[in-house]
């Protein structure tokens, strides 16, 4: 066989050459195609992906829990009527949604130009990044209720929540008003006002008790929490807590709903868990200084 191959390279050198050499040209380009045409550009569209979370993950969680505390607080204390009698509450709870709202509206806007969904983690992080708005502006929790004008009437409207963050980013469209801003812009611009008129007639609802409303808000700051527990998953950033208030739920179908959405999040850690956690939150925060 050796030697068959040698005489055949001597006799026809021209062509073993003229062979090889496309031969190598095909292999090549195909290795070329696969890994800049089809690997780089995936791989390099997860790598942008988890850089962009990772950018905004502390912004985000934290006004994330901002918002989750107070609407578990304006949930426990509704009878209060803290809302309607107090203008420092009212601004203050309608500012905990246009930081986080703002926030949202910068990420959403960098992440136009990426298939962050090509991803498991970016598949992931969609879901509990949509999470509130399922629970504000649609009909997923509600689909055993017949009454289908009451859930539609205590919704949310999606495309309102996107202006109410648009018109909330500060100067540069790169991040929130301060409250100060806030506060100031809520009582000037008649514009802004008109934004946030939904919201406003969506808690004062809440207040005065009506079921479909409080069903929303639980669940809205249920997936809060799950958004924050998945992107902050040691509570190096915000203390980590299980969900709260879905007992306060006029209708347990919703409150099921959400337990079986999020079972992690109702069940207590043990001792091992939570002496692992402090250790991650220890190393995490000795990281931190050391830079």
């Known amino acids: 066989m050796g030697d068959w191959l040698t005489r055949s390279f001597q006799q026809y050198t021209v062509i ?26 995936v791989f390099g569209a997860r790598r942008e992906t988890r850089v962009t979370i990772r950018k905004y993950t502390t912004p985000l969680v934290r006004s994330a829990e901002s918002l989750e505390r107070r609407i578990n607080n304006f949930v426990r204390n509704r009878t209060e009527d803290w809302y309607a009698s107090s203008d420092y509450y009212r601004l203050s709870t309608l500012y905990c949604f246009a930081d986080y709202l703002a926030w949202v509206r910068v990420i959403e806007e960098e992440f136009g130009f990426l298939p962050y969904e090509s991803s498991r ?16 502006s649609s009909f997923s ?20 929540l996107t202006a109410m963050g648009e018109v909330a980013l500060d100067a540069e469209g790169t ?26 007639a969506f808690l004062r609802q809440a207040t005065e008790g009506k079921p479909y409303v409080i069903d929303r808000l639980i669940a809205a700051g249920a ?25 306060l739920m006029p209708h347990p179908e919703v409150a099921t709903r959400v337990r079986a959405d999020f079972p992690e999040l109702f069940v207590k850690r043990n001792f091992f868990q939570q002496v ?14 050391g830079r």
Do not use: C
């Not at 983690?121 to 504000?136: S, T, V």
């Open 276 to 289: 692992v956690s402090h250790a991650v939150r220890r190393s995490g925060s000795a990281g931190q200084l």
């Open 223 to 247: 997936n809060l929490r799950a958004l924050i527990a998945f992107l902050d998953s040691t509570g190096s950033l915000v203390p980590e807590r299980r969900i709260s208030n879905i007992e």
């Open 141 to 160: 929790y509600f689909h055993w209720s017949h009454d289908t004008a009451a859930v539609d009437s205590s919704q949310l409207p999606r495309l309102i």
């Open 16 to 41: 073993w050459i003229v062979v090889s050499s496309l031969v190598g040209g095909v292999i090549g380009s195909g290795v070329k195609f696969v890994f800049e045409d089809l690997l780089r550009p």
């Open 175 to 200: 991040a929130p008003m301060r409250f100060s801003q806030f506060a100031l812009a809520h009582e000037r611009d008649a514009q802004l006002r008109r934004w946030y008129a939904d919201l406003d």
């Open 121 to 136: 983690y970016g598949r992931r992080f969609n879901q509990r990044f949509r999470g509130p708005f399922k629970a504000l």
